[in-house]
């Protein structure tokens, strides 16, 4: 049943975030639905007012936002664990690959600096907020530019399962392209994630061993 659940999520991935590089937002355009766009303003009226963000990141500034956001059936302690270990993402996210965490590092931590491919595109991020279980946000950039995108989690206890919101804001020209080429890639890749973060909070210990 795991095999078939990762077989589907690596088919569903293909379909939803298309190729790689530049190429990858207008692929993806090309091959999905018109049940897959995602206007910008949308996510932009649904945001998070409880979600903390640096100066001049603010959603109102931004070229190209995303807000997503899942109901889990896990609590926000399991969920956390499969958010900070980073390493295990492209086991169960089709989206995210070759990540690099700090020498000695098991997964992220407060000030982490880790390298990772995502949406075609290799780059690093800069833990800047962490509040386990709670909160973590993180910039992202090429190596060795400005930091032009910043992602953030938030975690919010609902009973006995856990309510998980991510939102991302990019500036500057590689956003304003991204948007250009098809505004909701960036929604739709996170959608995604956070459908496979379900599964795989929601999953036995077989899936990862981090139950």
Not at 16 to 33: E, M, P, R, V, W
Request: hydrophobic share 40%; proline share 5%.
């Amino acid at each position: 049943m795991q095999k078939s659940k990762l077989a589907q999520t690596a088919i569903l991935g293909a379909l939803l975030l298309g190729n790689t590089g530049l190429s990858f937002a207008s692929s993806a355009k090309d091959q999905t639905s018109e049940h897959y766009r995602h206007p910008m303003a949308s996510d932009l009226a649904k945001r998070d007012k409880n979600i903390h963000w640096p100066d001049g990141f603010s959603p109102k500034e931004a070229d190209l936002f995303a807000h997503n956001e899942i109901n889990v059936d896990a609590s926000c302690a399991v969920v956390w664990e499969h958010i900070v270990a980073a390493q295990d993402w492209q086991r169960w996210y089709p989206n995210a690959s070759l990540v690099k965490l700090p020498a000695g590092a098991s997964k992220l931590e407060s000030s982490s600096v880790f390298q990772w491919r995502t949406f075609g595109f290799d780059i690093e991020s800069k833990i800047v907020e962490f509040e386990p279980r709670k909160r973590m946000g993180w910039f992202g950039y090429v190596p060795g530019k400005a930091p032009n995108f910043y992602h953030t989690w938030y975690l919010v206890p609902e009973g006995s399962g856990c309510r998980v919101v991510t939102e991302e804001v990019g500036k500057g020209a590689d956003a304003q392209k991204f948007r250009e080429m098809d505004e909701s890639t960036l929604h739709r890749g996170h959608a995604l994630w956070l459908e496979d973060l379900k599964w795989v909070s929601e999953t036995p210990a077989v899936v990862t061993g981090l139950h």
